[in-house]
């Protein structure tokens, strides 16, 4: 039994050493985003302790050396109960953080995520165990030190004449000190691990999440009026997040966007961009039920800018209207494909009573498209959307559909004659756009203001906003986040052309 009690020691030692060092040698490593994560009776008192930087960082020293200190005292045996001690209280902080209890599935991959006991409460009660222990119950430090006492207040001075006691008292002292060439091994291995991944311990409290690139942040972005919603200037658009992602001749791009876009790092990319200051989805109605949970894990205030389309029925999207509104939709618009599907076969009237029924719901209402005969034949019509979602971009790019080869509502009835339409070009006339448009007084969303990857951000961006969008709708990976929130924050501060006015 004492073997198995001293191995279960080093074991649990040697997880809070490791954890602590991890943290040391990620120089950007934060408990923010474990601290904001948090989930139960005492979410508001973490929540506090992450809101703060002051806070934070002394959270951080703490657990970083609490946990080398704490783990490197379990190794060598030394101070077992005051250190056990503290390890109970860390571990019991973690556990109240993160505690599983039903309806609480954290993004954070902490293990052993049961019903109440998780590896935290595992290990605390393992603990528990110890602080009841002496120090002469296990090797270690602490039996050295109290044999070494024993033999002082027994006033032996003189050293053992019988050859067997000697060979006790060294062997003796060698089992004391068993945990020495364990912080040895565990040093090796993790200076090798460190120059091989320079990651560690992605677990529980000692999670890095990429929105450490926070830090690069210039400034703050603006924001304006959106159907009586304050909604960012740059709307998160969805397509890279659920696979449906323009690629042009390239047929493995959706699949490769799918396969990297997790749950997980959906995730991230939400509260990356929540974090950077965007504050608004466009959401698919598909991708609605992941983006609930992540509302209601994060306590999440994002709003969302949900598409409407009509399936299996094309003239009947009260279906999509409904089940955008049972999951919290902010801001819902006819999807462009129906708007230029309704336009093109004359029948406007299916826009008017799609737009009715989502005021009648009590949400602003808007009307995609990417022909410009969608608003115009809307605004001759009478049809009043609180705003308009409308392709914009340049044509500027070597894939762009020949001018010649052009044809209005292409996007939606596509030729594949060579040279014709092949998803390469989203505004088909941007002159027009830009024309009418300026013409129009609502709230104008422009997307696919980078044709699908053909621009780069300072160009597209800049392109869209001087040409009268008052918000841009774009997709985007994680990696891209902060660097799209500083350019439109860079172009927002210097339009120098921009002709239309501001409608939000």
């Known amino acids: 039994m004492t073997v198995i009690l001293l191995f279960v020691r080093i074991a649990i030692g040697w997880q809070f050493l490791y954890e602590g060092l991890a943290k040391l040698l990620m120089p950007d490593w934060t408990s923010a985003p474990y601290l904001l994560l948090?989930?139960?009776?005492?979410?508001n008192f973490f929540h506090w302790l992450g809101s703060s930087p002051n806070l934070v960082r002394a959270v951080d020293f703490l657990n970083t050396w609490g946990l080398i200190l704490i783990g490197a005292a379990l190794i060598l045996g030394c101070m077992t109960r005051l250190a056990s001690g503290f390890g109970v209280a860390l571990l019991a902080l973690y556990y109240l953080a993160q505690t599983p209890l039903i309806r609480t599935d954290y993004r954070v991959p902490v293990e052993g995520h049961y019903l109440v006991v998780n590896k935290n409460l595992v290990e605390l009660l393992v603990l528990v165990v110890f602080l009841a222990l002496?120090?002469?119950?296990?090797?270690?430090?602490?039996?050295?030190?109290?044999?070494?006492?024993?033999?002082?207040?027994?006033?032996a001075k003189e050293a053992p004449s019988e050859p067997a006691t000697v060979s006790l008292s060294r062997r003796r002292t060698l089992e004391n000190l068993i945990g020495a060439p364990v912080l040895g091994v565990l040093g090796y291995a993790m200076h090798r691990k460190y120059e091989w991944e320079k990651v560690h311990a992605i677990t529980g409290a000692t999670i890095k999440l990429q929105d450490l690139s926070l830090k690069d942040l210039k400034g703050e972005l603006p924001k304006g009026n959106l159907g009586g919603?304050?909604?960012?200037?740059?709307?998160?658009?969805?397509?890279?997040?659920?696979?449906?992602?323009?690629?042009?001749?390239l047929i493995y791009g959706p699949q490769l966007f799918k396969a990297y876009n997790t749950d997980r790092k959906v995730f991230e990319t939400l509260e990356l961009a929540e974090r950077a200051g965007i504050?608004?989805?466009?959401?698919?109605?598909?991708?609605?039920?992941?983006?609930?949970?992540?509302?209601?894990?994060?306590?999440?205030?994002?709003?969302?800018?949900?598409?409407?389309?009509g399936h299996p029925k094309p003239t009947d999207l009260k279906g999509t209207v409904d089940k955008a509104i049972d999951y919290g939709g902010s801001l819902l618009y006819i999807r462009g494909v129906e708007g230029d599907l309704f336009v093109k076969n004359e029948q406007i009237d299916v826009l008017g009573k799609a737009l009715d029924y989502i005021k009648s719901r009590g949400l602003p209402a808007g009307i995609g498209a990417h022909s410009i005969m969608v608003?115009?034949?809307?605004?001759?019509a009478g049809l009043n959307p609180d705003f308009y979602v409308k392709t914009l971009h340049s044509d500027n790019y070597w894939s762009a559909t020949p001018r010649k080869d052009r044809v209005e509502f292409s996007i939606?009835?596509?030729?594949?004659?060579?040279?014709?339409?092949?998803?390469?070009?989203?505004?088909?006339?941007?002159e027009k756009t830009i024309e009418f448009m300026a013409t129009v007084k609502k709230p104008w969303i422009?997307?696919?203001?980078?044709?699908?990857?053909?621009?780069?951000p300072k160009d597209g961006f800049r392109f869209?906003?001087?040409?009268?969008?008052?918000?841009?709708?774009?997709?985007?990976?994680?990696?891209?986040?902060?660097?799209?929130?500083?350019?439109?924050?860079?172009?927002?501060?210097?339009?120098?052309?921009?002709?239309?006015?501001?409608?939000?």
């Open 38 to 43: 948090s989930r139960g009776f005492f979410q």
């Open 134 to 155: 002496t120090g002469s119950r296990l090797w270690g430090l602490d039996r050295l030190l109290q044999d070494w006492r024993s033999r002082r207040k027994s006033g």
């Open 229 to 249: 919603l304050t909604v960012s200037r740059v709307i998160l658009g969805g397509n890279l997040i659920g696979g449906y992602s323009h690629s042009r001749d």
């Open 279 to 309: 504050n608004t989805f466009c959401a698919d109605p598909n991708e609605l039920p992941l983006f609930a949970k992540y509302r209601e894990l994060n306590s999440s205030k994002m709003q969302t800018l949900v598409q409407v389309w």
């Open 375 to 380: 608003p115009i034949q809307c605004e001759k």
């Open 412 to 430: 939606i009835d596509p030729k594949l004659a060579h040279g014709e339409w092949k998803d390469n070009m989203f505004d088909l006339f941007p």
């Open 446 to 456: 422009a997307f696919k203001v980078l044709a699908a990857g053909a621009f780069l």
């Open 464 to 504: 869209a906003f001087e040409n009268g969008a008052d918000f841009i709708c774009v997709g985007m990976f994680d990696f891209q986040v902060v660097e799209d929130v500083n350019v439109a924050s860079e172009v927002l501060s210097s339009l120098k052309n921009r002709q239309r006015a501001w409608y939000a």
